[in-house]
């Protein structure tokens, strides 16, 4: 069947959707983008971007100068609908939280017409993709949908998570194979004819669980490796044994490759994922549980370590009280090059200090602003004033800009690697 996807709607412009959609207009294809915050809206329409991501703003501001990408706060006819919006916890236990894509699923409801595909990009739990399609439903009776009329369906309903790095998600998005998992074949097909207009990876078909618990495996599957990493840190911490050393010793092994460790786990993704699978077979997850336990304490652990170097500076200098050290903290984001604070441990290390340390805390990026911030304890300055002016030098990112830089002078406390 030839599929013809004259309009294609984004539902959320964050850090998947925006260049999605910007992909898609590309390629000469009309995208709608919606998003329910109205300073973004008005930001892309200017032909700017509201995120840090190589190469985006060129795509951007060339797809709204030439009439292919526009964004709206309310949804609006199209043939193809991606829903890339947020999948947070609910409570302290880890709970998904499907609001934001029920919420987005009935904001769209209103505009869906027969032949018309629905695509939910959003990481989230097995059987998301289900519910999704139930509140269409709830909301168009006078459609049919998969759950019911299969083949036969008026809308088809599909399941694609992203897979991409971010720095890298530009080039990604096109090169990276694509997990298409639709409700039926028929959804799949039209999923596949989708992505590949722009998608040169290969696009494999499944079906909608296999989909959603295929992106939940891949970054289970690297925050158990990081855990061992993670944990092996403070076991060596605890041996005075160099784990840096002891990572590039191990993995001279022909068969073995243990990544680095760092001051936990960040990000939408690996953060997030593993507690969705867990939440599901709560019993039989032990293995992926004990993994987000371990990089889920990793940033305790680094302020334990700055507590109790801030304890030893003092016993050398008497004279001095805690409310005299400065702290200087290298790097806020999740992860290295990107402006993104989602879920970031070194945030989170970060602001412990920050309310709990009676002198001062420093921060540095270069990736991001105190506007980006919106935290009174934390102060933003630039690495020379940091290094001049620290007594306890924390590495918690390594930004490019903070690489091959000169040692700072006082007591360091590196999970990085950034000094050695």
């Not at 092994?253 to 243990?258: D, E, F, G, L, Q």
């Not at 939440?279 to 993994?291: V, Y």
């Not at 991001?368 to 919106?374: I, K, R, W």
Request: aromatic residues 6%; glycine residues 6%; charged residues 25%.
């Amino acid at each position: 069947m030839n599929w013809r996807f004259e309009t294609v709607s984004v539902v959320g412009l964050g850090y998947i959707g925006l260049p999605t959609a910007a992909m898609f207009a590309s390629r000469r294809v009309k995208v709608v983008g919606i998003d329910v915050n109205e300073r973004t809206v008005e930001t892309i329409n200017r032909g700017e971007i509201h995120i840090v991501e190589p190469d985006l703003d060129i795509a951007v501001h060339s797809a709204v100068n030439e009439g292919y990408l526009r964004a709206s706060t309310q949804p609006e006819a199209a043939d193809a609908f991606l829903i890339a919006v947020p999948t947070p916890f609910k409570g302290d236990n880890h709970e998904p939280d499907l609001a934001y894509i029920e919420a987005a699923s009935r904001a769209i409801a209103p505009v869906l017409k027969a032949g018309d595909l629905v695509v939910l990009e959003s990481t989230s739990p097995v059987g998301a993709t289900e519910q999704m399609a139930a509140w269409l439903a709830e909301e168009r009776s006078d459609l049919t949908f998969p759950q019911d009329a299969g083949e036969q369906s008026d809308v088809r309903i599909a399941h694609c998570p992203e897979r991409v790095l971010p720095g890298k998600v530009m080039q990604e998005l096109i090169h990276n194979d694509r997990v298409i998992g639709g409700m039926t074949p028929r959804c799949s097909e039209a999923a596949v004819a989708l992505y590949k207009v722009f998608v040169e990876g290969e696009c494999v078909v499944t079906n909608a669980r296999t989909a959603e618990m295929t992106k939940l495996t891949e970054n289970s599957f690297r925050d158990v490796n990081i855990a061992f990493a993670n944990e092996l840190s403070m076991i060596c911490d605890k041996l005075d044994i160099d784990v840096w050393e002891l990572i590039a010793l191990a993995n001279r092994h022909p068969r073995v490759n243990i990544l680095q460790p760092g001051p936990g786990v960040g990000g939408h993704c690996i953060a997030v994922d593993p507690w969705f699978i867990v939440s599901k077979t709560p019993d039989e997850a032990r293995l992926i549980r004990t993994a987000r336990e371990v990089n889920d304490a990793k940033p305790e652990w680094v302020v334990e370590k700055v507590w109790a170097a801030i304890g030893e500076y003092l016993l050398n200098n008497p004279d001095k009280t805690a409310r005299d050290v400065t702290i200087a903290a290298y790097g806020l984001t999740f992860k290295a090059d990107i402006d993104d604070l989602r879920g970031s441990p070194a945030l989170q290390i970060v602001k412990t200090l920050a309310k709990k340390h009676p002198g001062c805390v420093l921060a540095v990026d270069p990736n991001v602003s105190l506007e980006a911030l919106s935290d009174d304890y934390i102060s933003i300055v630039n690495e020379d004033i940091a290094r001049q002016n620290g007594k306890i030098h924390v590495a918690l990112v390594d930004h490019a800009e903070f690489q091959h830089t000169p040692v700072p002078s006082g007591t360091l406390i590196d999970v990085r690697a950034l000094w050695k």
